[in-house]
C-alpha cells in the first residue's frame, strides 16, 4: 500500500523567513496532492501535481514533483503568521483509488 | 454551496456506549469518504463510498465500526460499543470522483472522546 513519510514532523520559523516541506513516496506517484489544515479545522486543498518536473504555485507557496515522482516539497518564501498550520500531502497510485494522506508537518509562525 | 456538512463536532461519551456520527456532502458529489484523525497515526482512510455503495472499507478497524450511506445526501459511521482507544477527530469529505481535479471537500470533522 502507499506510504507517504514527510519531513520534518514540525517546524518553527520567524515570520519572513522561507521554509520548505518533503514528502516522500515508497511508490511511484500518479499524482500528488497537498492540504493544509488549520487547527481545530478540516482541509483545506492547495494544488495537485502530476507530471514529473511539474511546479506549481500559489501565492507564497511553490510545491514541485520531482522527475522520478516520488518526492515533492513545498516551498513557502517569506513565511507569515496566516501560513501556520498543518500541511498534509496526499497521493493516490492509481487513477481510480482514494487518496492517503502522509502524517503532516506541523508549521509555526512567530513574530 | 453549504459545504460538507458534519454532526456533531463534538461528542463526549462514556466507553460501550454507541456513536453516531453524520454527514451531508455537496451536491452532486458522487464519492463520499469517511477519514480519522490521530496524532499517532494521522489521517487514515477508513471507508468510501461511489453513487451510496461501500467500495472498500478495509481501513475500517473492527467490527465496531460501520458506515451507511442511505441516500446521495447523508452518510453515518456508527461505533457500537465504543472504546477510549476510538478517540479521534472524524472527518468526512466528498468529491466529484476519487481524485478528480484533486479536490476533496472535507468538513469541520467531528472530534470523539470516549472516556
Known amino acids: 500500500s502507499q506510504e507517504l513519510e514527510q519531513s520534518p514532523q514540525s517546524l518553527i520559523v520567524q515570520e519572513g523567513k522561507n521554509l520548505t516541506i518533503n514528502c516522500t513516496s515508497s511508490?511511484?506517484?500518479?499524482?500528488l496532492y497537498w492540504y493544509k489544515q488549520k487547527y481545530g479545522e478540516g482541509l483545506i486543498f492547495l494544488m495537485m501535481l502530476q507530471k514529473g518536473g511539474e511546479e506549481k504555485s500559489h501565492e507564497k507557496i511553490t510545491a514541485k514533483l520531482d522527475e522520478k515522482k516520488q518526492q515533492s516539497s513545498l516551498h513557502i518564501t517569506a513565511s507569515q503568521p496566516s501560513h501556520a498550520g498543518i500541511y498534509l500531502c496526499?497521493?493516490?497510485?492509481?487513477?481510480?483509488?482514494?487518496?492517503?494522506f502522509g502524517k503532516g508537518t506541523r508549521l509555526s509562525v512567530i513574530a | 454551496d453549504a459545504g460538507v456538512i458534519q454532526s456533531p463536532r463534538h461528542e463526549v461519551t462514556e466507553m460501550g456506549q454507541e456513536v453516531t456520527l453524520r454527514c451531508k456532502p455537496i451536491s452532486g458529489h458522487d464519492y463520499l469518504f469517511w477519514y480519522r484523525q490521530t496524532m499517532m497515526r494521522g489521517l487514515e482512510l477508513l471507508i468510501y463510498?461511489?453513487?451510496?455503495?461501500?467500495?472498500?472499507d478495509s481501513g475500517m478497524p473492527e467490527d465496531r465500526f460501520s458506515a451507511k450511506m442511505p441516500n446521495a445526501s447523508f452518510s453515518t459511521l456508527k461505533i457500537q460499543p465504543s472504546e477510549p482507544r476510538d478517540s479521534a477527530v472524524y472527518f468526512c469529505?466528498?468529491?466529484?470522483?476519487?481524485?478528480?481535479?484533486?479536490?476533496?471537500?472535507f468538513g469541520e470533522g467531528s472530534r470523539l472522546t470516549v472516556l
Open positions: 496526499g497521493a493516490v497510485n492509481s487513477g481510480n483509488t482514494p487518496l492517503v
Open positions: 463510498f461511489n453513487n451510496n455503495v461501500p467500495i472498500d
Open positions: 469529505a466528498s468529491s466529484r470522483s476519487p481524485h478528480s481535479t484533486g479536490e476533496l471537500f
Open positions: 511508490k511511484t506517484l500518479y499524482g
